[in-house]
T-cell receptor, first 113, second 114 residues
């Protein structure tokens, strides 16, 4: 069973602060995705990273995939109240689990004005 | 439809009753997932269907939970003899299986067992 550990589980910060969310595993993933969920909605894809060491930027969000493709991070610069939500990482495995996404348990981010 | 559709959106049931939750995935998506989400928590994996392969049921919390997927499309999650701890939002997602498979989620069914 492939597990993704996300940390921290909860994060409460003030507007304008920076933050990093981590997603770690002992398993290698062929790709890793980050999702964001707002209250009352299903999670929505933010980004997919595929190559070890890859860095992708989406406005104030920076996503990094570890060199060994076992871990990833999401960094938010100058957080805003609109960033509040649940952030989930999901890894896609190969081999017999090909195509199956494994989700981390999520990080609940609250940004206070 | 354009997205994943779940019904009902809300369900209140009495303890001990059986409930069925429905998921209509995006047409052509071969993979389908069921997750459970308690208030303010992350996703708890329940079951995964992939094409005609045997489903991965490793996340089902007890034998009161079962799911089927008919004709590779619509899926039904059944909870028998519901308990109060079953109260949660049940999310369904579907994806194309390929090298990179984005999961598209429905809005969920909020189940309340009273």
């Amino acid at each position: 069973t492939q597990l993704l550990e996300q940390s921290p589980q909860f994060l409460s910060i003030q507007e304008g602060e920076n933050l990093t969310v981590y997603c770690n595993s002992s398993s290698v993933f062929s790709s890793l995705q980050w999702y964001r969920q707002e209250p009352g909605e299903g999670p929505v894809l933010l980004v997919t990273v595929v190559t070890g060491g890859e860095v992708k930027k989406l406005k104030r969000l920076t996503f990094q995939f570890g060199d060994a493709r076992k871990d990833s991070s999401l960094h938010i610069t100058a957080a805003q109240p609109g960033d509040t939500g649940l952030y989930l990482c999901a890894g896609e495995a190969g081999g017999t689990s090909y195509g199956k996404l494994t989700f981390g348990q999520g990080t609940i981010l609250t940004v206070h004005p | 439809g354009a997205g994943v559709s779940q019904s009902p959106s809300n369900k209140v049931t009495e303890k001990g009753k059986d409930v069925e939750l429905r998921c209509d995935p995006i047409s052509g998506h071969t993979a389908l997932y069921w997750y459970r989400q308690s208030l303010g928590q992350g996703l708890e994996f329940l079951i995964y269907f992939q094409g005609n392969s045997a489903p991965d049921k490793s996340g089902l919390p007890s034998d009161r939970f079962s799911a089927e997927r008919t004709g590779g499309s619509v899926s039904t999650l059944t909870i028998q003899r519901t308990q109060q701890e079953d109260s949660a939002v049940y999310l369904c997602a579907s994806s194309l299986s390929g090298v990179i498979s984005e999961a598209f989620f429905g809005q969920g069914t909020r189940l309340t067992v009273v």
